[in-house]
């Protein structure tokens, strides 16, 4: 499967955004999906993920109540609502695809990656 991440962009603190992840090639709803994202000199972090058919999500504490992820099967689609952005949000955001059943916090086990979309908050 092939991941596109978009939606990235500028925005002033308080702001939001919506991050767009298109899937193309196998049945996107065969695989649980997850944001990541990676600030300059920091490693990968777990943002929010939800599974194949969209009844679980989840998280990372520090985006919890601000970001919202969703997703489309029909449409092979996922997305990321973000709400009240701070300046601590910019980085360089991720969507991922996963083989296995559940979706995990942790980068390295996941299959399938899209190329990014950078997302910068001013203070």
């Known amino acids: 499967v092939q991941l596109q991440a978009s939606g990235g962009g500028l925005v002033q603190a308080g702001g939001s955004l919506r991050l767009s992840c298109a899937a193309s090639?196998?049945?996107?709803?065969?695989?649980?999906v997850a944001w990541f994202r990676q600030a300059p000199g920091k490693e990968r972090e777990f943002v929010s993920g939800i599974s194949r058919g969209g009844g679980s999500t989840g998280y990372a504490d520090s985006v919890k109540g601000r970001f919202t992820i969703s997703r489309d099967n029909a449409k092979n689609a996922v997305y990321l609502q973000m709400n009240s952005l701070k300046p601590e949000d910019t980085a360089v955001y991720y969507c991922a695809a996963d083989r296995g059943l559940f979706f995990g916090r942790d980068h390295t086990a996941y299959d399938y990656w899209g190329q990014g979309t950078l997302v910068t908050v001013s203070s």
């Open positions: 090639g196998r049945t996107f709803g065969n695989y649980p």
